[in-house]
């Protein structure tokens, strides 16, 4: 089919490259043209597994760009809206963009169309951008409203549209639904997966996905509450984190007692930080607005929250209880995107971290596989960036692991522990085994276990040091 998607950023960009390898004709949309000249030959802004490959497949066969929306509406079947959502300073959701495209693609609805939001929006926004699209001049009759949420983690998009545990589709006539499923097809049928290009299938994949039939109220509100629930999940273990240090349990234990329960499951009970990004942060605010809204006080979101920026502080307590004093204190940092497997730093917990360290007096000294650019852009000048993390962790009083890169999980410890100044390490991702660490002789903290130390860690740690900690 052919398939306008409004909008180059994150969803955008990787909706379009995967409807393309799905078969389809992709007319790919933004007013940005310095973006989409870069597009066209050949970048790609974002750091997210398999896209440059598709890309490269696709660009200017399957997939194109364009910066005229009318053009694109009147020579496409369907209409994705995939602009951007912001945060309000009341905490809604500015729609201000996704009113502005509606406007635009009135003008241009000479035959029958469906327009899909594909931005994560509040419930009720189809049908504002239904009466939109009216009063700008459409025929009623000439479209259909749908939403079709998306449920991408950065870092693993492109799998995760090709291979989702559902695919949901909020529709309010019959005809709208039978253009989504055809668009889906490749996908529900198996097609797609029979092919030999196709992008590998991840662990756990269900495969052909759910397609997911709901109306348009449903399918917002899915949405919002599939990430306020993760995030709960999130802010629940952290919180049950907090309770093991007190007593002295170990929450990988209590984390493998719990997720064995079918009700409830291993996945997102991973301590730590706490959760960014550019998903969770907003889009509970924009829940919680829309539940006070509608006369409902969501004070499980408040908490939710809450826990989440006490996380942070409780870390931050533990790296000054570790080295008592902060100020000159030379610290390793492995990680500055919010998660691994993206350049995204935004609400990242690791430059929060990072920028409260800095007030404190450290000198810190950083890598990051991908986001080390983007970091630049919000942190001082002062902050040294590496190009590997035994460059990070060289000559420093303690290393410090914020993101869950894959290549933090497997260092050479023999290595690391003689490149720091004191073989001290406080893992907020909890990547590494305690007994491990400490029979390679590190004093080594992480979130809601039993911390590990040294026989000499109230003396001199190493011959040719003379210093103490």
């Known amino acids: ?135 700008n ?57 029979s092919r030999a290009d196709a992008i ?16 348009t109220r449903s399918a917002e509100l899915i949405k919002h509450a599939s990430n306020a629930f993760l995030a709960m999940k999130i802010s629940f273990i952290n919180a049950v984190a907090s309770i093991c240090e007190s007593v002295g349990a170990n929450v990988q234990q209590v984390c ?19 959760y960014g990004g550019s998903c969770f942060p907003k889009d509970l605010m924009a829940f919680r607005a829309v539940a006070k809204e509608c006369g409902y006080d969501f004070r499980l979101l408040d908490e939710v929250m809450r826990i989440n920026e006490d996380q942070r502080h409780r870390f931050l307590k533990k790296v000054r209880s570790v080295l008592w004093t902060l100020r000159g204190k030379r610290l390793g940092v492995l990680g500055l995107a919010f998660k691994g497997g993206t350049d995204d730093i935004r609400e990242s917990p690791a430059i929060l971290l990072v920028q409260e360290l800095l007030r ?20 001082p000048a002062s902050v040294e960036y590496t190009s590997g993390p035994y460059e990070a962790a060289t000559g420093a009083d303690a290393l410090l692991i914020l993101t869950e890169w894959e290549e933090f999980a497997g260092l050479e410890l023999d290595r690391l522990r003689n490149l720091l100044k004191y073989p001290i390490v406080i893992d907020g991702r909890n990547l590494y085994d305690p007994a491990v660490m400490s029979a390679h002789g590190f004093s080594y903290y992480s979130v809601g276990r039993p911390e590990t130390l040294t026989e000499d860690s109230t003396a001199a740690v190493r011959p040719d040091k003379r210093h103490i900690f």
């Open 360 to 379: 404190e007096g450290c000198h810190i000294c950083a890598h990051d596989p991908a986001a080390m650019d983007r970091a630049k852009e919000v942190l």
């Open 256 to 274: 493998d007692g719990i997720g064995s329960d079918s009700r409830i499951g291993p996945r997102f009970l991973n301590p730590g930080i706490g």
């Open 1 to 135: 089919m052919r398939i306008a998607v409004v909008g180059s950023g994150y969803v955008g960009l990787v909706t379009g490259t995967c409807f393309a390898d799905m078969g389809h004709e992709v007319l790919l949309v933004d007013n940005n043209d310095q973006k989409l000249a870069e597009l066209g030959s050949g970048d790609v802004p974002i750091h997210e597994r398999f896209l440059p490959e598709l890309l490269a497949r696709h660009r200017g066969k399957k997939i194109k760009f364009s910066n005229d929306l009318q053009a694109a509406v009147r020579a496409c079947d369907a209409i994705f809206i995939a602009v951007g959502t912001p945060a309000t300073d009341r905490g809604d959701a500015d729609l201000s963009y996704v009113e502005s495209v509606a406007r635009e693609i009135a003008g241009a609805v000479d035959s029958y169309k469906i327009v899909v939001e594909k931005s994560t929006v509040p419930v009720y926004t189809s049908q504002w951008i239904r009466t939109v699209i009216i009063r």
């Open 200 to 215: 590998p299938r991840p662990d756990r994949a269900q495969i052909p996905p759910r397609l997911i039939i709901t109306s």
């Open 137 to 193: 001049g459409a025929n009623p009759a000439s479209f259909d409203l749908a939403s079709n949420p998306e449920f991408l983690r950065e870092g693993t998009a492109v799998t995760d549209f090709l291979y989702p545990d559902r695919i949901v589709v909020g529709v309010e006539s019959d005809r709208c639904a039978q253009v989504l499923r055809e668009i889906y097809a490749p996908l529900t049928s198996g097609d797609y997966y």
